[in-house]
């Protein structure tokens, strides 16, 4: 399957496609001669020139994440994540790219159940050492999703954004008509039990419309579901779950830690809306 996705790869210095070689930690090698070398982690960086002004989740940020999901706080999200992305992987050859892959939790979720090859994108280095532990089978990329992505056209059949920015011409350039992105984001009041003293940020307000505006050039909405998870959290999750997220650049992790201790078992609500956008079909 690494051949699969890497087939999809074009190189970010003059566009040509890439192969894999050398033994494990590999290489990915244009036909102009332009090479990348895997971290021993296994993951390739992909950036070039100036790299990205945009702010990486630093390694707390990442292992709080790593533990909370690990933990199967977020599982049914997971599971419902997998379940849209399943119909357009039905078979060997067909590619999801997960962009925002963090520590590669919901690509996981969509390899366990598909038989698709698989391409994780994110800004933190940190995070990808993770995830190309959890999915060393897909293609890990140090890349900024804010630039053209270095992948061919029409080459991917489900996009999955999981609270991460989008790029919307770029999404509608790669995905293979009839495919699909599922896009989640937080609705209003997600964790609202525990969000105001742990600090976290809260909701936008007109975050769905204003996501549904975004894509709305390029994709249809086909489907909206809400979907709400229970949760029981001691103070070692709560922690967890307020400084994996944005809030984390800015909270004192010890400080964080030392005002939760205290808490055996919070009930909170994590909620969620999972956006599913289709490109159109072609001759449509």
């Not at 494990?24 to 895997?38: E, I, K, N, Q, R």
């Not at 390739?44 to 533990?67: H, I, Q, S, Y």
């Not at 999200?77 to 963090?102: H, K, M, Q, Y």
Request: some cysteine.
């Amino acid at each position: 399957m690494l051949s699969d996705a890497v087939s999809a790869l074009r190189c970010p210095v003059c566009q040509g496609p890439f192969g894999l070689s050398g033994a494990a930690p590999f290489s990915l090698s244009c036909v102009a001669g332009h090479s990348f070398d895997a971290a021993k982690q296994g993951y390739f960086n992909l950036l070039t020139g100036k790299g990205t002004v945009f702010e990486a989740d630093t390694a707390e940020m990442v292992a709080a994440r790593n533990d909370f999901l690990g933990a199967g706080h977020y599982g049914p999200l997971a599971e419902a994540i997998a379940e849209l992305a399943a119909p357009v992987l039905p078979a060997p050859g067909s590619l999801v790219l997960d962009s925002g892959t963090g520590t590669g939790h919901y690509l996981r979720a969509v390899l366990d159940r598909t038989p698709a090859a698989a391409i994780g994108i994110d800004i933190s280095k940190f995070a990808l050492r993770r995830a190309a532990r959890l999915n060393p089978g897909a293609i890990n990329l140090v890349w900024d999703i804010w630039r053209p992505l270095p992948l061919a056209d029409h080459a991917v059949d489900a996009i999955i954004v999981v609270f991460a920015p989008r790029n919307p011409p770029e999404f509608a350039r790669v995905l293979r008509p009839g495919g699909r992105v599922i896009v989640v984001t937080p609705r209003k009041g997600h964790l609202g039990e525990i969000a105001e003293r742990a600090g976290m940020l809260g909701i936008e307000p007109g975050k769905d419309e204003r996501l549904a505006e975004s894509m709305q050039e390029f994709f249809t909405l086909a489907d909206t579901i809400q979907l709400d998870v229970d949760l029981k959290l001691d103070g070692r999750d709560i922690a967890d779950v307020a400084f994996m997220g944005p809030a984390g650049h800015h909270l004192e992790r010890s400080a964080l830690l030392a005002s939760t201790a205290a808490e055996t078992s919070v009930h909170a609500t994590a909620k969620f809306t999972l956006s599913v956008f289709t490109a159109a079909e072609q001759g449509s």
